[in-house]
């Protein structure tokens, strides 16, 4: 390899010799060979920027170095309780890496505790219930938190489908991992990410030791250890409200509080009206009347997404000219709502509005005048994003989509399987339709459409009527690709294709796979 070639990828060389060194139980981490060059200074650096995100005993290795790095007794009485033997405090590193460390993140902590302490005890470890691995996580998490003064990500989601959201938290785990009283310097920390997995207590602490946020994010959580609703929102609002300029908020209130402790924490956002610009919101039917009314005080609101919630207001909502003013990135996901709700959603948004998504709304029918003020309002958009009933298509596709001039990006689901023979014709219509009218501005499309029989032939048509010269198409179908429809795309927008991503049923033949190689990238899923 020239010269040219190894300088811009020396750091990665280094983090490579790095990881390797770590997993040699007859080398130290300092005994990288390029370890007085600038190039690994940055390798270092990002390596140790978010720690144990390193797949298997790596991981578990950069356990080892952690706890040699904390201060001396922080970790004295593991070694009586857990009978493992602790590394040697090490007060003399090579480079102070507690300093480089940014974000602290409670799977990577709960994956490497495993691999440490699996190669101490050599059998496989209870997950869920083994007080080993709990009491050896909170002491490395709240080290990394009281010693590792750049700090500025606390992410403790436990996530849904890793099954650690099953732990077994108990009383005094709580208090392990306490905000409060923490000798530390918390002010470089901006990010804090929350489960419901943990206690209202460990978020109520928090609450008092951290001001400076610029995100928040709660997750729900099916295994919580506290269910009740109130300690849940009076926590979650004190927080909000402590902040001196939060500027984003993610929160899935699935816990269903009641509508005053909702109150509580539309309250608590409107605390933060003046610098709030990404909200995201996800309710298990809980009524979002009274949160949308607020939104008119969010003057710098950049980016709203709103998902399972209900908005039904029992009359028209006369908004005041400014709501939605600023709003860049609009996104509305199973939404239950009535006439006046889709109208103060769709009707209110203004010119700045770049992005739209619309998957499944409920309970309503589409206003096709609607959909065209949305349009006429919105001239700078750039994104859309919709899944729809598939009667809703047809004028979407014919009338509503052209108007938008300035168009990039298109993705469009279909998700209903079944449909009567008389659906499945206007659906191929409208996809047909979709070549016709895609305004050539657009350069990303994406279809999953899983309508029964749905032929090549359709596919093609749309194809060889798409004015539009794309540079990358995703198709994921219920349906048919064969070598007729490469073809087809390859004569029609081959030039301009860097990205291909094709899912579906049929077969392709070698001499089609090897033209499909011209396109920089393209992945293949056709069986």
Request: with cysteine.
């Amino acid at each position: 390899m020239s010269d040219s070639k190894i300088l811009p990828n020396l750091p990665y060389l280094c983090l490579a010799q790095i990881i390797f060194e770590l997993s040699d139980s007859s080398s130290d981490l300092y005994s990288c060979l390029f370890v007085n060059s600038m190039w690994c200074r940055c390798a270092i650096a990002h390596l140790w920027q978010r720690p144990f995100c390193w797949p298997g005993d790596k991981a578990g290795r950069m356990v080892a170095k952690f706890l040699q790095l904390f201060p001396q007794g922080y970790l004295d009485d593991l070694e009586y309780v857990m009978g493992i033997h602790i590394p040697p405090h090490n007060s003399k590193p090579m480079f102070n890496y507690l300093h480089f460390v940014r974000t602290m993140k409670i799977l990577h902590c709960i994956n490497a505790i495993e691999y440490y302490l699996g190669s101490s005890f050599g059998h496989d470890l209870d997950v869920l219930n083994d007080t080993d691995i709990r009491l050896l996580l909170l002491k490395l998490c709240r080290g990394i938190v009281a010693n590792c003064p750049l700090l500025a990500e606390v992410d403790m989601k436990l996530g849904y489908d890793n099954g650690y959201d099953g732990y077994k938290w108990t009383a005094s785990s709580w208090n392990l991992f306490r905000f409060r009283g923490l000798n530390t310097n918390l002010n470089y920390l901006r990010r804090f990410k929350f489960s419901q997995g943990f206690h209202p207590n460990i978020l109520d602490s928090a609450a008092e030791t951290l001001t400076n946020l610029d995100f928040f994010q709660f997750d729900w959580s099916e295994h919580a250890i506290c269910t009740d609703g109130t300690k849940w929102c009076s926590a979650i609002s004190k927080l909000l409200c402590n902040q001196k300029g939060l500027k984003g908020a993610s929160l899935n209130l699935e816990f269903q509080p009641s509508e005053i402790k909702l109150q509580s924490i539309w309250q608590a956002l409107y605390t933060q009206a003046e610098t709030l610009r990404k909200v995201k919101v996800l309710f298990a039917d809980d009524d979002i009347c009274n949160l949308i009314s607020t939104f008119s005080k969010f003057t710098n609101l950049y980016y709203v997404k709103l998902i399972g919630c209900t908005f039904r207001p029992r009359y028209h909502i006369c908004f005041p000219p400014e709501i939605f003013s600023n709003l860049h990135v609009l996104k509305l996901e199973e939404i239950t709502t009535n006439v006046y709700g889709l109208e103060a959603l769709l009707g209110n948004v203004k010119t700045r509005l770049e992005t739209l998504s619309v998957k499944e709304i409920y309970e309503v029918e589409y206003d096709i005048e609607l959909w065209k003020r949305c349009a006429t309002n919105t001239p700078n958009l750039v994104s859309l994003e919709v899944r729809l009933d598939l009667e809703d298509y047809v004028p979407l596709i014919q009338t509503i989509i052209p108007l938008w001039k300035r168009l990039k990006n298109l993705t469009i689901y279909v998700w209903k399987t079944q449909f009567h023979e008389q659906g499945n014709l206007s659906f191929s219509n409208a996809l047909v339709l979709l070549g016709t009218n895609l305004p050539s501005s657009v350069k990303f499309l994406r279809l999953e459409i899983y309508c029964q029989h749905l032929s090549s032939e359709t596919f093609t048509l749309f194809l060889r009527n798409c004015s539009a010269k794309l540079e990358s198409l995703s198709l994921r179908i219920n349906g048919v690709i064969d070598d007729n429809f490469v073809v087809t795309m390859l004569e029609h927008m081959g030039d301009s294709l860097k990205s291909v991503n094709l899912n579906g049923s049929g077969s392709l033949s070698p001499e089609i796979r090897d033209k499909l190689a011209s396109i920089p990238k393209v992945v293949l899923n056709v069986w």
